[in-house]
């Protein structure tokens, strides 16, 4: 906790996660929802969204693409914000070297060390997950994009052709 004592600060700067909340908290006046409103046009409940808006639990991907829907914005700069949030919590300390505030993300693993005290578990032990994923995904996209330009050359080469049947 800074200073001050508000837990979204680390030496005097917001953390990514209190700048993902106060948007989302911005968005939510802004558009008019209650937390009501939001239980009932998302997945998620009531509480959730307090807990989410007021800093006590880490949004998931899928909340905050919910949230985007249920407020009609467009989710890429929220779900930005998150990574960032993800990212600085995972790391586990701001700027000063001072451990992160608040809760970690509900869906993370616990490493029980001292009594009371629970962390993330060490990157070093989930990095080797993330490359194979990570490649899956490039994968995917490349053989995507391959497929795209594979076939607006045959577009271009054969003009208007009708698309064939099977």
Request: aromatic share 4%; hydrophobic share 40%.
């Amino acid at each position: 906790m800074a200073a001050n004592g508000d837990p979204g600060y680390v030496g005097g700067e917001a953390t990514p996660w209190a700048e993902l909340a106060a948007e989302m908290r911005r968005i939510k006046v802004d558009t008019d929802l209650s937390y009501g409103k939001l239980a009932q046009r998302t997945h998620y409940s009531r509480s959730s969204w307090e807990r989410f808006l007021n800093q006590k639990q880490l949004p998931t991907r899928v909340a905050v693409e919910q949230f985007a829907a249920a407020s009609g914005q467009d989710p890429r700069p929220l779900l930005l914000r998150l990574e960032h949030s993800l990212a600085h919590e995972s790391a586990g300390a701001g700027r000063d070297g001072v451990p992160a505030p608040g809760p970690r993300h509900p869906g993370a693993a616990r490493n029980r060390r001292g009594p009371g005290r629970a962390d993330l578990v060490p990157s070093s032990l989930v990095r080797p997950l993330v490359r194979p994923l990570g490649l899956v995904v490039a994968g995917a996209l490349l053989g995507g994009l391959g497929a795209t330009l594979a076939r607006a050359v045959r577009l271009h080469q054969g003009g208007a052709r009708q698309p064939r049947t099977v």
